[in-house]
């Protein structure tokens, strides 16, 4: 995993979306609180989004929401799960850090990250980890994207053919059936 603080850097179209969002919601201030996100405003990252609270004595970090597309390709819903119960320590050291930065230096981290596929292969996607706090002073969530770049056109492709699963030999119940 690598990560940095210059937007400039990010080759992710919705990494560079949501912190052009971030950055109109902050309105001046140093971060928005999550109050100020709307995500009808924001539809075309909702898939992509994490939003984690952070706690602290001891710090750590809580998934309260996860975009579908995060939960695809991560293959788990790890929603209102902890950072460390989940990963390797290695991993979560990498993570942890990327959140810590964020909750001390009140400002966005950028990075990619290199994740094992099911097929024994390996694929990288870029992320932005963005602050918010109620107050504005004292970070207390994060939203986060997640960008995988060429697949997220093939994923937006797959996702309007998709239909919904039936049984083959099955007729739809009749609440379902074309009129």
């Known amino acids: 995993m690598a990560y940095w603080q210059e937007i400039e850097r990010c080759a992710g179209t919705l990494v560079r979306a949501l912190h052009d969002y971030w950055s109109d919601k902050r309105a001046g201030r140093i971060m928005p609180a ?13 898939p992509n989004l994490v939003i984690a609270d952070l706690t602290t004595e001891p710090f750590r970090v809580r998934y309260r929401l996860l975009g579908t597309k995060v939960v695809a390709e ?7 799960r902890y950072l ?4 390797a320590a290695d991993v979560e050291d990498q993570w942890e850090t990327c ?19 099911v097929d024994g292969g390996t694929f990288t996607y870029e992320f932005g980890i963005f602050p918010l706090g109620g107050d504005g002073a004292a970070v207390t969530q994060c939203i986060a994207v997640e960008d995988y770049g060429w697949l997220n056109d093939r994923l937006f492709e797959l996702q309007d053919k998709a239909q919904p699963w039936q049984p083959k030999g099955m007729t739809p119940r009749k609440d379902e059936r074309k009129t």
């Open 34 to 46: 999550r109050a100020d996100i709307e995500p009808a405003e924001i539809k075309h990252l909702l």
């Open 74 to 80: 991560s293959g788990n819903d790890f929603t209102g």
């Open 84 to 87: 460390d119960e989940m990963v």
């Open 99 to 117: 959140y810590r930065l964020v909750w001390t230096e009140q400002r966005p981290i950028f990075g990619d990250t290199t994740v094992p596929t």
